[in-house]
């Protein structure tokens, strides 16, 4: 009876492992900071959205004398997409407001985000389809007008 038991367990965890949330990254040909100011550009630029602030890590760490490469965090919300996603489901607000990260790997700039489709099983949301599909383009589509504009 155990032997049974373990393997449902083992497939369990499988299962949380490979629908584990995906991180989409696009590479940029520009630094850190270009690209991180076209982000916020590209933000601003939109009256739909709110920008919140920059987290900026890698000086977060210098300021407590550890090192790290550049990696920044950009935080930002679409209300009306964000209110309605609330309204389905609470407690996606641990998601939110939406967030797009800037990093240096090896000399190479990278964005990404967490896809905010994955919000659905994360969160047990059985509503809101649409909502996250347009959360899910607006985060892309912010990342690759970024991208082009550089």
């Avoid at 920059?54 to 300021?63: F, S």
């Avoid at 939110?96 to 990093?103: A, C, K, N, S």
Wanted: hydrophobic share 45%; proline share 3%.
């Amino acid at each position: 009876m155990q032997k049974p038991l373990l393997i449902i367990i083992g497939l369990l965890i499988y299962a949380n492992i490979a629908f584990a949330q995906t991180l989409t990254v696009y590479k940029s040909d520009k630094g850190v900071q270009e690209t991180v100011s076209k982000l916020i550009e590209v933000i601003q630029a939109d009256e739909k959205l709110i920008y919140f602030e920059t987290v900026n890590h890698d000086e977060i760490a210098r300021e407590r004398g550890m090192e790290l490469d550049s990696t920044r965090s950009i935080l930002f919300e679409e209300p009306t997409l964000s209110t309605t996603l609330l309204q389905c489901q609470p407690s996606a607000a641990l998601d939110l407001p939406l967030e797009i990260i800037v990093w240096e790997e090896y000399g190479d700039v990278y964005i990404g985000f967490m896809d905010p489709k994955f919000m659905k099983r994360r969160f047990m949301i059985t509503d809101c389809e649409d909502t996250i599909t347009e959360l899910t383009n607006v985060i892309t589509r912010i990342s690759m007008d970024a991208l082009r504009q550089l």
